[in-house]
């Protein structure tokens, strides 16, 4: 029996272990290619833009997560890491994909600048939850997988707050998903450190004293002083990014 398959046109070569693990890599790299490709076209941007916010939000997601692994985080959070450890790479490739459903939000009301009426905000909130009626439908079959599950929290909760003043559902504190307790963080980091078509971008001083002022409110408290303990790091990637 031949020991060479393919996957989606990947070939996966079983002859060893060395080689199995390169072939599997090679179709992790390619599904993920496929994923970062079709939310460009879905969200009407061109790769490199969503490259680039995806690979930020990544690299945030790792930073922050690894520093409160190693300092303090709540024992809930902890326990959950050590029952599931595939949750410690899964969570930050969910980040990148956190918005998937502004796809199905018009570009106009995404790019407009200044506030937004009510109306418009309404609207706009919904790419927290149209994902599952399209999306995550066409995915049902594979729910108990655990990168489903993460993206499914992360997609929806992300515009939580900590004080549950937030949105789809006003959760609060730790009843908000880790990994949206996180993207809560980077979003915002991300967001007023790049150029917007809605808004100035903010130097690392201004973000960072947005971010303190907002913990505990918006922001649980474990993620901001873990963000806070490595700032250097995520302002290296911010001003490299704004270059
Ligand atoms: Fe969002």
């Not at 996966?12 to 090679?26: F, P, R």
């Not at 490199?48 to 990544?58: F, I, K, L, S, Y």
């Not at 309404?122 to 993460?150: A, D, G, Q």
């Not at 992300?158 to 549950?164: F, S």
């Amino acid at each position: 029996m031949s020991n060479n398959h393919q996957i989606l046109g990947v070939k996966i070569n079983k002859s060893d272990q060395a080689e199995l693990t390169n072939s599997l890599k090679q179709l992790d790299g390619f599904i993920w290619d496929m994923l970062i490709g079709l939310s460009a076209i879905a969200e009407n941007v061109t790769v490199d833009q969503v490259h680039a916010h995806t690979r930020r939000c990544m690299a945030y997601t790792r930073i922050i997560l690894d520093e409160m692994l190693i300092s303090s985080m709540h024992d809930d959070d902890r326990d959950l890491i050590k029952r599931r450890p595939e949750y410690y790479d899964l969570i930050p490739r969910c980040c990148g994909l956190h918005d998937i459903g502004k796809s199905q939000i018009p570009d106009h009301l995404l790019n407009k600048p200044g506030k937004l009426s009510t109306q418009e905000f309404s609207y706009v909130k919904e790419h927290t939850l149209n994902p599952f009626e399209t999306f995550f439908s066409f995915l049902e079959t594979h729910n108990t997988n655990p990168f489903i599950i993460i993206l499914k929290d992360c997609v929806k909760h992300h515009h939580e707050r900590y004080d549950g003043s937030g949105y789809p559902l006003q959760l609060s504190g730790n009843d908000i998903p880790l990994v949206a307790r996180i993207m809560a963080v980077v979003d915002v980091i991300d967001a007023l450190t790049t150029d917007s078509s809605y808004s100035r971008r903010r130097s690392v001083d201004e973000t960072f004293d947005f971010l303190i002022s907002q913990r505990g409110i918006a922001f649980d408290p474990y993620v901001i002083d873990a963000t806070f303990r490595q700032r250097q790091k995520i302002q290296a990637i911010a001003n490299q990014d704004s270059q």
